[in-house]
């Protein structure tokens, strides 16, 4: 079965560094999504990218986030300058369309010190 | 603004019994989705209900969609060791790209 690949799977920066989360969504998907669980806690949407622009993002996705696909395979969030309450897990989604559902990856353990 | 809820938000229950995870939702919405989540993994799709009265069943788990009442449920029959983890349920508001999660329900079956 398809499946939406993430790398690294486990990150540790300290505070104030760039990091940059990868992510491989399946091939057919025209949908793409990065959302965050901070640990014991719910899932949270950070952003929404179709058609190459983001389409949708939340108040925590702030001028310290921002999304790329750089080419026609990868998907990346990046954080500029991070901070230690950006310690959570990544998870990136994609989706053919909300008929059809969303398949999210493995994910990335952030971890700022 | 869209909520989720989820009660109970953690389930304690005995092999063999049967219990119902309820997901309310504060606005109008036909879609719905049911997520598992096992500790430090992804989020597995369980279920995607894409209408009022939808009903799906896989093996030990039935979930349905009541978007008049906003509530959806799933239903666990005969529950065995192997359905322990975090279920969510997850609402895709009106005119919106995100989805919206509920807090999770932490079951734990015993023997």
């Known amino acids: 079965e398809p499946e939406v690949t993430q790398t690294p799977s486990h990150q540790v920066t300290q505070m104030g560094q760039e990091v940059i989360l990868r992510c491989v969504p399946i091939?057919?998907?025209?949908?793409f999504y990065w959302y965050r669980q901070i640990l014991g806690q719910k899932v949270e949407f950070l952003v929404s990218f179709y058609n190459n622009e983001i389409s949708e993002k939340s108040e925590i996705f702030d001028d310290q986030f921002s999304v790329e696909r750089p080419d026609g395979s990868n998907f990346t969030l990046k954080i500029r300058s991070t901070k230690l309450e950006d310690s959570a897990m990544y998870f990136c989604?994609?989706?053919?369309?909300?008929?059809?559902?969303?398949?999210f990856g493995s994910g990335t353990r952030l971890t700022v010190v | 603004e869209l909520k989720v809820e989820q009660n109970p938000l953690f389930l304690s229950m005995q092999e063999g019994k049967n219990y119902t995870i309820y997901c309310n939702y504060s606005?109008?919405?036909?879609?719905l989705y049911w997520y598992r989540q096992d500790p430090g993994k992804s989020l597995e799709s369980l279920f995607v209900?894409?209408?009022?009265?939808a009903v799906k069943q896989e093996g030990r788990l039935m979930a349905s969609l009541d978007t008049k009442a906003r509530l959806s449920t799933l239903h666990i029959t005969a529950a065995v060791h192997d359905l322990s983890a975090t279920y969510f349920c997850a609402v895709l508001g009106a005119n919106t790209d995100k989805l919206i999660f509920g807090t999770g329900t932490r079951l734990q079956v015993f023997p």
């Open positions: 091939s057919n998907h025209l949908y």
């Open positions: 989604a994609s989706s053919e369309g909300s008929t059809y559902g969303y398949t």
């Open positions: 209900l894409l209408s009022n009265g």
């Open positions: 606005t109008t919405s036909d879609r």
